[in-house]
């Protein structure tokens, strides 16, 4: 499995913004997918943004859709992934993580959840609260 690693969380006010950040190691396979997941408290692990590295393709879920942006970045010895989050509230805290599968060719959709994630990171805090 491959080790993926989150940083960037945080205790934001409601309104704030915060940027998470997902390394990904330089031998993955060239076509893959990484999905960012939030896990509330005593809530499922729900799949919040997807992209795929071969067409740069996103999706969201509804709940973070205009407020939250997942891109990615490549360069000589790591490529990283970040999920930028803006005008938080405090629904959106909880546990974040990044997942990979790989290899994959097309759109990573939401709706098809933790389907075909085989590789996950520690998961990093995002507490939204005034």
């Known amino acids: 499995q491959v080790q993926l690693v989150e940083s960037g969380g945080g205790l934001v006010q409601p309104g704030g913004s915060l940027r998470l950040s997902c390394a990904v190691p330089?031998?993955?396979?060239?076509?893959?997918?990484i999905g960012w997941f939030r896990q509330a408290p005593g809530k499922d692990r729900d799949l919040i943004s997807c992209i795929s590295s071969g067409d740069g393709s996103t999706d969201y879920a509804d709940s973070v859709k205009g407020r939250f942006t997942i891109s990615r970045e490549s360069a000589k010895n790591t490529n990283t992934v970040y999920l930028q989050m803006n005008s938080l509230k405090p629904e959106d805290t909880g546990v974040y993580y990044c997942a990979l599968k790989s290899p994959w060719y097309g759109t990573c959709w939401i709706t098809r959840g933790r389907k075909d994630f085989g590789s996950w990171g520690q998961g990093t805090q995002v507490t939204v609260s005034s």
């Open positions: 330089i031998f993955t396979p060239s076509y893959y997918a």
